[in-house]
Nanobody, 116 residues
Framework: QVQLVESGGGLVQPGGSLRLSCASSGSSTGIMRMGWYRQGPGKQRELVALITRSGSTNYADPVKGRFTISRDNAKKTLYLQMNSLKPEDTALYSC??????????WGQGTQVTVSS
């Protein structure tokens, strides 16, 4: 069982930066990939970024070059550094973990609002 708790969201002006964190508890063995998804107002949930067990990363086109996903295995924490934020980045950002058995775990999410 894996529990995920996100933090770091908030209100930021366009062009600003935020760093989201996702602290995991429970067993960390057998994790295949971790990532961030987001759901904006009136939109479907979409992938933002993924990082695999081997460290390979994958980003959605709208965030490439602006967002960076990383992890600290010792702290069992996943991060999302978000730079050059745009109003269209406004969403509820959720942390995601998939185990080697294809079990999926989700956090409750942290709200990011980009507005002047």
């Amino acid at each position: 069982q894996v529990q995920l708790v996100e933090s770091g969201g908030g209100l930021v002006q366009p062009g600003g930066s935020l760093r989201l964190s996702c602290a995991s508890s429970g067993s960390s063995t057998g994790i295949m990939r971790m990532g961030w998804y987001r759901q904006g107002p009136g939109k479907q949930r979409e992938l933002v970024a993924l990082i695999t067990r081997s460290g390979s990363t994958n980003y959605a086109d709208p965030v490439k070059g602006r967002f960076t996903i990383s992890r600290d295995n010792a702290k069992k924490t996943l991060y999302l550094q978000m730079n050059s934020l745009k109003p269209e980045d406004t969403a509820l950002y959720s942390c995601y973990v998939q185990s080697v058995y294809a079990t999926e775990y989700w956090g409750q999410g942290t709200q990011v609002t980009v507005s002047s």
